[in-house]
């Protein structure tokens, strides 16, 4: 008895994995790439649908950072897929098809016959992911994980509500899924590549070096300069990595700690916190942070790619002035 | 400094030129990551299984660039799981998603564009609170904040649909919904002590010796996170105004 309900409970858990949702993705994608192949008034259809097949084929495959991670795809060998990507996308292979779009009249037709119901289906992805981080968080298990997997059963469930109130064909639904996914094309992949361009950034001690810049230049015993090279330094440095998350660990060891905690004495958690925020402003001006600033310009079709940057830029700076003013006063004060 | 150093910088110029030429993105961000690799010395392969064979493109005891790429690349999926929610959300726009999200918002008459940026960044503040991680772009800005803020501009400037709207005034439009996202979720998870950027600062503070509890970070996040709220207000009330002023010089 007691090892059934071992079994059962370790199918759930292969089930409801981070896994499981990267394979269910990795089969919208083929599905996605098969309806690029068959868009027969598309002369790059060939090329378009193959993007589309390997990203698919690395979301079920490729191997995860679980312990009890089941993919089978080595490393290396992602790695020379998502070359091989790139180079489809650079030699413009990629691109958008048809779709057999409905009119903005048959929109407003179906608008007013569905009414309300037509948020169902949107408003089950975002409850979906609550449900599952309140599940996971219940169960004492990672929450960010639990909001990945119920983001991934929340897109599940949002296809069925919307087939079931449209009453329309899966393939349809899937060729418009296809045309938003084609709208924002290789930008997809985007947030991956940097990420990995991170990854060799670390390895090549690239931090280093601009820890290293920053602690030459400075004068040791300025508070309000080492304040302003300190903020300055981790949004620099998040600008170039796209990420304050990669930038904070580098910058608190070369500079904030050994420049300001300690010959002032002062509160680490209190100056901690704010160096991270003056990255995030950073990342508000970066295009390398591609998953918070292009990927919603694509998302949204704007014309600018750089548009959600400019909007943001006037805030972040402000903002990260600020960042420099208050850690001064706080250090002064407190 | 060292020149060699030095030399490794280039992948950093490698994407400043690049986006600043609008080459594509990809092929920028990959050519830097192969440079920087090589600029630093690092091999193009792992020393194991298939490539111990080859001395060229190994280094003994050294992660490969193409190796790191791959993993880096696979461990990043989560960013871009949304491709997941892009289905239901095609099929409910042609039935009608941002038509009946337009009308919804018309019906209150106190709905400006920059009041619903401001409601949708506290929403996202307090989902940072409750300790909530989410991307928002994908399953509220696209697919309802969008519409709806159409629908409130439409409602300012009496006009009957969006293709009436000014095409400038829906790029800033488009570019306000995604920076209210980005402001509320920035600065609003910095309020809960479950979430990555407090475990992170935690962390990093603890391997240089300094024992800081959570709940100190998350209070001293809190003047950051007021300010951030403040200051989008103002941003956001700015860009009602210019609204109306446009809407006022059409008329």
């Given amino acids: 008895m007691t090892q059934l309900a071992s079994t059962l409970l370790s199918i759930i858990s ?297 909007f943001q830029l006037p805030y972040a700076l402000t903002l990260w002035s600020l960042h420099v003013i208050l850690m001064w006063l706080m250090i002064k004060l407190f | 400094m060292h020149p060699a150093d030095l030399f490794k910088l280039i992948g950093i110029a490698i994407v400043i030129v690049g986006l600043a030429l609008r080459l594509r993105t990809t092929l920028v961000v990959v050519t830097a990551g192969l440079v920087t690799g090589l600029a630093a010395g690092l091999p193009l392969f792992s020393g194991d299984r298939v490539f111990e064979a080859l001395p060229f493109l190994t280094k003994p005891g050294q992660e490969g660039i193409i190796n790191m790429l791959g993993k880096a690349f696979a461990d990043n999926r989560l960013m871009t799981l949304f491709i997941i929610t892009l289905p239901a959300i095609g099929l409910a726009e042609r039935y009608g998603l941002q038509e009946q999200s337009a009308s919804l918002i018309r019906r209150f008459a106190a709905a400006t564009v920059g009041r619903l940026q401001i409601v949708y960044q506290l929403f996202r503040v307090l989902t940072g609170i409750v300790g909530i991680r989410l991307n928002g772009h ?31 005034m829906v790029e800033e439009i488009k570019a306000a919904n995604a920076a209210s996202e980005n402001y509320g979720n920035f600065y609003g998870q910095n309020l809960s002590a479950v979430q990555p950027g407090i475990l992170l600062v935690f962390g990093v503070m603890a391997g240089l010796g300094y024992a800081v509890s959570v709940w100190s970070l998350v209070m001293f996040a809190i003047p950051i996170a007021t300010i951030s709220v403040v200051l989008a207000a103002v941003q956001f009330w700015l860009l009602d105004r210019n609204f109306q002023k446009s809407a006022a010089t059409t008329r």
């Fill in chain 1, 14 to 310: 292969r089930v409801f994995s981070l896994d499981a949702v990267y394979v269910i993705t990795g089969i919208v994608l083929w599905i996605l790439s098969l309806l690029s192949f068959r868009d027969r008034i598309n002369p790059r259809r060939v090329r378009t649908g193959l993007f589309w097949l390997i990203l698919g084929a690395i979301f079920a495959f490729a191997r995860s950072t679980a312990p009890d991670a089941t993919g089978v795809l080595p490393n290396w060998l992602t790695g020379l897929l998502v070359l091989f990507m790139v180079a489809i996308d650079g030699t413009g292979g990629v691109s958008r098809g048809h779709y057999n779009e409905s009119t903005k009249e048959e929109q407003i037709i179906h608008a007013r016959r569905l009414g309300g119901r037509i948020f169902l289906p949107v408003l089950a992805i975002p409850i979906v992911t609550f449900l599952f981080a309140i599940a996971f968080r219940i169960l004492k298990l990672d929450v960010n994980r639990g909001a990945l997997v119920g983001l991934g059963f929340g897109g599940l469930c949002a296809m069925a509500t919307c087939l079931w109130i449209t009453r329309d064909r899966f393939e349809t639904m899937m060729q418009e899924g296809r045309r938003l996914n084609d709208a924002m094309g290789a930008v997809n992949i985007l947030p991956q590549l940097l990420a990995s361009l991170g990854v060799i950034f670390t390895a090549a001690k690239v931090g280093d070096l601009i820890a290293g810049g920053i602690y030459k230049i400075i004068p040791a015993d300025n508070l309000f300069l080492l304040v302003l090279a300190n903020c300055l330094g981790m949004a620099m440095f998040t600008i170039v990595m796209g990420n304050s998350f990669a930038a904070f660990p580098v910058i608190a060891t070369g500079v904030l700690a050994p420049l300001i905690i300690q010959p002032f004495g002062v509160r680490p958690e209190m100056v901690a916190i704010i160096t991270l925020t003056a990255g995030s402003s950073g990342t508000l001006m970066t295009p390398m942070a591609a998953n918070f600033n292009i990927v919603p310009a694509a998302l949204l079709n704007m014309r600018d790619q750089y548009g959600v940057i400019k």
């Fill in chain 2, 138 to 168: 994908p399953s509220f800005v696209r697919p309802l904040i969008f519409p709806m803020s159409v629908g409130a501009a439409e409602g300012v400037l009496h006009a009957s649909s969006a293709e009436e709207l000014p095409t400038d």
